[in-house]
């Protein structure tokens, strides 16, 4: 099947470097050292805080939401952060997640609002999610690193490419399943497009749209371990030290730290679609 040569790889390169890089350089620092102090903020406040505080409020937030047995899960699984050292890292790794997930959130559901409302852009978004989604997770890495650099903020980035699409489908979804009797009364009692969408289709769309949420913060999480490659500091980082040592003992003790926040921030964000939904 090789009957023309397609240099797609020189093509790329010569745009990286000859006009990406040189031009929009200094335009891509301005966005690297905003976010760098946001995610360093928003880490130096988890680690100055005081462990025992945190786990309080992690414990009465988990019970609030889901239940006794996820408060006592997430009590236990602190102590266990702490027991193996490993409580810095995992404040580091969710830092990442949080600025990640916010920024997936504050970008993702308003496209998603307005791809359930217009069909031209509908139709621009729905590529472009696919393109995101199905986009192997490690060639991410690739331009962030061109652009960002090493670290947090390109681990940011990468998550927020790999984590937005199911904030965008999953609020795309949960407006266009409102009833349309609904949507007809409320615009027969004389309802404005602003009322329409604040006061009848979010609070109706809302289980699907925590849902997206709970999915976003889940991928974040899986990428930002993945992007410990990049220099992402963290739980990640801990796992992938195990890998290039081959000590399976501590990669062990940093995939069990995944799994502890990967539960309890799962079964909070479904806790709080739950009590949405009622």
């Given at each position: 099947m090789n009957y023309f040569t397609l240099p797609l790889e020189e093509w790329t390169n010569r745009f990286v470097n000859d006009w990406l890089l040189p031009v929009t350089g200094d335009f891509f620092d301005s966005i690297s050292d905003s976010l760098r102090t946001f995610v360093d903020g928003v880490t130096d406040l988890l680690i100055a805080t005081p462990p025992e505080l945190l786990v309080l409020i992690l414990v009465l937030v988990a019970w609030k939401f889901s239940g006794k047995g996820l408060a006592l899960f997430a009590l236990i699984g602190s102590f266990y952060l702490g027991s193996v050292g490993l409580w810095e890292a995992a404040?580091?790794?969710?830092?990442?997640?949080?600025?990640?997930?916010?920024?997936?959130?504050?970008?993702?559901?308003?496209?998603?609002?307005?791809?359930?409302?217009?069909?031209?852009?509908?139709?621009?978004?729905?590529?472009?999610?696919?393109?995101?989604?199905?986009?192997?997770?490690?060639?991410?890495?690739?331009?962030?690193?061109?652009?960002?650099?090493?670290?947090?903020?390109?681990?940011v980035i990468a998550t927020f490419?790999?984590?937005?699409?199911?904030?965008?489908?999953?609020?795309?979804?949960?407006?266009?399943?409102?009833?349309?009797?609904?949507?007809?009364?409320?615009?027969?009692?004389?309802?404005?497009?602003?009322?329409?969408?604040?006061?009848?289709?979010?609070?109706?769309?809302?289980?699907?749209?925590?849902?997206?949420?709970?999915?976003?913060?889940?991928?974040?999480l899986s990428m930002a371990v993945i992007a410990s490659m990049i220099g992402a500091p963290g739980l990640g980082s801990v796992v992938l030290e195990g890998i290039s040592t081959v000590n399976v003992g501590l990669g062990l003790t940093g995939g069990l730290g995944i799994v502890v926040l990967a539960i309890v921030?799962?079964?909070?964000?479904?806790?709080?679609?739950?009590?949405?939904?009622?």
């Open positions: 404040m580091q790794t969710v830092a990442i997640v949080i600025v990640s997930t916010l920024i997936s959130i504050i970008i993702g559901i308003p496209l998603g609002i307005v791809a359930a409302t217009n069909k031209t852009m509908a139709s621009i978004v729905r590529p472009i999610l696919d393109f995101m989604q199905t986009l192997p997770s490690f060639v991410y890495l690739i331009p962030a690193i061109l652009l960002f650099g090493l670290g947090n903020v390109p681990a490419v790999f984590a937005t699409p199911p904030a965008v489908r999953m609020t795309t979804l949960g407006i266009q399943q409102v009833p349309e009797d609904v949507v007809e009364a409320s615009k027969a009692f004389g309802s404005t497009k602003w009322q329409l969408l604040y006061k009848v289709q979010l609070p109706l769309a809302m289980p699907s749209i925590m849902a997206g949420i709970n999915q976003t913060m889940m991928l974040a921030m799962d079964r909070i964000t479904q806790g709080l679609a739950r009590k949405n939904k009622k």
